[in-house]
């Protein structure tokens, strides 16, 4: 059991080293707006949202088409329970 946790603290001391190491080279914020900006105009994301708006009105169908069948099934047995 000592070398599990001798082996966490080294894991855990090389990802707090290459923590420090790293926090000098994050993008700046100019950067990141652009590249946000970029990937929301580039037309991948933009048949993206096309297809799922697409999956979505299909769904809403479907589900609305299986809730008018089984309301025209309930009233149907209800005018036959109601006949007999």
Same mark, same amino acid.
Do not use: W
């Given at each position: 059991?000592?070398?599990? /946790?001798?082996?966490? /603290? =080294?894991?855990?001391?090389? =990802? !707090?080293? *290459?923590?420090? $190491? #790293?926090?000098?080279? &994050?993008? /700046?914020?100019?950067?990141? $707006?652009? #590249? !946000? $900006?970029?990937?929301? @105009?580039?037309?991948?994301? !933009?048949?993206?949202?096309?297809?799922?708006?697409?999956?979505? &009105?299909?769904? &809403?169908? *479907?589900? @609305?088409?299986? *809730?008018?069948?089984?309301?025209?099934?309930?009233?149907?047995? &209800? !005018? %036959?329970?109601?006949? %007999?």
């Amino acid at each position: 059991m000592e070398k599990v /946790d001798y082996i966490e /603290d =080294e894991i855990s001391g090389i =990802e !707090k080293h *290459l923590a420090l $190491q #790293l926090e000098h080279y &994050a993008p /700046d914020n100019v950067f990141v $707006q652009d #590249l !946000k $900006q970029r990937l929301v @105009t580039s037309e991948v994301f !933009k048949r993206r949202r096309e297809i799922s708006a697409i999956v979505v &009105a299909c769904l &809403a169908l *479907l589900l @609305t088409g299986v *809730l008018a069948f089984n309301l025209v099934k309930f009233i149907h047995r &209800a !005018k %036959k329970s109601i006949s %007999k």
